[in-house]
Nanobody
Framework: QVQFVESGGGLVQSGGSLRLSCAAS????????IGWFRQAPGKEREFVAA????????RIGDSVKGRFTISRVTATNTITLHMDFLEPEDAAVYYC?????????????????WGQGTQVTVSS
């Protein structure tokens, strides 16, 4: 079973940028979307961004629209979440997950395989 590993988290100042990567443990031969979600302490899991299997379609969460983008390189099994103009409210554990479907979804119920997460901390 393919596994996903997130990396790139860390501490950044408010207004700064980070690039989170989601790497699959093996070549993904299926055609599923990949999504990023985040969860801060005491809060519910929140949709951040998702990208379709081909990379042609994306969805971005309202709270990060205009600041975050998502990209995918199928040849390297890597999905990148590009985060700019980070705010303290963006601090959370960020998870990537593989969906049951090929088109991007904001619903966490559409996702099956989840990574362990990577911590993002934003100082004010």
């Amino acid at each position: 079973q393919v596994q996903f590993v997130e990396s790139g988290g860390g501490l950044v100042q408010s207004g700064g940028s980070l690039r989170l990567s989601c790497a699959a443990s093996e070549l993904m031969t299926d055609y599923y979307a990949i999504g990023w979600f985040r969860q801060a302490p005491g809060k519910e899991r929140e949709f951040v961004a998702a990208i379709g299997w081909s990379g042609a379609s994306t969805r971005i969460g309202d709270s990060v629209k205009g600041r975050f983008t998502i990209s995918r390189v199928t040849a390297t099994n890597t999905i990148t979440l590009h985060m700019d103009f980070l705010e303290p409210e963006d601090a959370a554990v960020y998870y990537c997950a593989e969906a049951f479907r090929g088109s991007p979804s904001e619903d966490s119920e559409d996702y099956a395989l989840w990574g362990q997460g990577t911590q993002v901390t934003v100082s004010s």
